[in-house]
């Protein structure tokens, strides 16, 4: 990601982050290419964590794969936090420290650079908290739940085929845990997660004997929260669903 603010960059690595509570990691499962949720990760969206705010212009797509919301209110999650795209579609409210002023992100990216804590905005969210001219400001935010009543939505990667076959989760009100397909054998198989948000079935789900869909998706949340849907090879077009997440916090 080009920074538009290179003094940002040098005082990142001089800045040591701090969760306000009990620091909730959640760490890459070299194995599946999933992430492994500790048992605590239901309680991320009652943590406050603390951080600095700094803000970019994105080239194209964000390392999400979502299109930009017209309100230009986004975000891209520092690595550590990113997690293999676990954040991605997540909204977050943002506090300068010390002030009332808030703003609601969608993170939509990925800040490679930032240390844990950090979140690089928009520049149109960014003024909503301090000036241009700062360039950095202290932050405290927390994840909150999806904005409005939208239902889940999924997109099929180009490409996708009874051979291969690549999903995308959106509009999910909290994180999402996990997603599962039904193979030819009626058993439900782990889609590993992609850094780019994609699920990836490549553990023979779809190995060419089956039909071309529909085929049912099982999507868990961060609370344990279990939806299902038939998702169909529409592939390149979002899809609403019927489903969502129950409001669990």
């Not at 992609?194 to 779809?206: E, I, K, T, W």
């Amino acid at each position: 990601m080009k920074k538009t603010i290179a003094l940002s960059i040098v005082l990142f690595g001089l800045l040591s982050i701090s969760c306000e509570q009990e620091e909730i990691t959640i760490n890459s499962d070299e194995k599946t290419g999933n992430s492994s949720f500790s048992e605590k990760l239901n309680s991320i969206y009652t943590t406050n964590f603390s951080g600095q705010a700094t803000f970019y212009t994105p080239t194209g797509l964000g390392n999400c794969s979502e299109e930009y919301p017209t309100s230009k209110m986004y975000g891209a999650m520092n690595k550590p936090q990113y997690n293999n795209s676990n954040a991605c579609g997540s909204y977050v409210e943002i506090t300068r420290t010390g002030t009332t002023k808030k703003v609601i992100v969608k993170i939509l990216d990925q800040c490679p650079e930032c240390p844990q804590g950090n979140i690089d905005l928009s520049k149109e969210a960014f003024l909503k908290l301090g000036t241009e001219s700062e360039g950095i400001i202290p932050i405290t935010w927390k994840y909150i739940k999806q904005l409005g009543e939208a239902k889940i939505s999924v997109r099929v990667k180009t490409g996708s085929s009874r051979y291969y076959f690549s999903l995308q989760i959106l509009n999910h009100r909290y994180m999402v845990k996990k997603v599962e397909l039904k193979n030819k054998n009626g058993v439900y198989v782990v889609a590993n997660r992609q850094s780019y948000n994609y699920f990836l079935d490549s553990d023979g789900v779809f190995d060419g004997s089956g039909p071309d869909g529909p085929y049912d998706v099982r999507i868990t949340d961060v609370n344990d929260n279990v939806v299902t849907a038939k998702i169909g090879l529409n592939v390149g077009v979002i899809k609403a669903t019927n489903v969502q997440f129950p409001i669990t916090n």
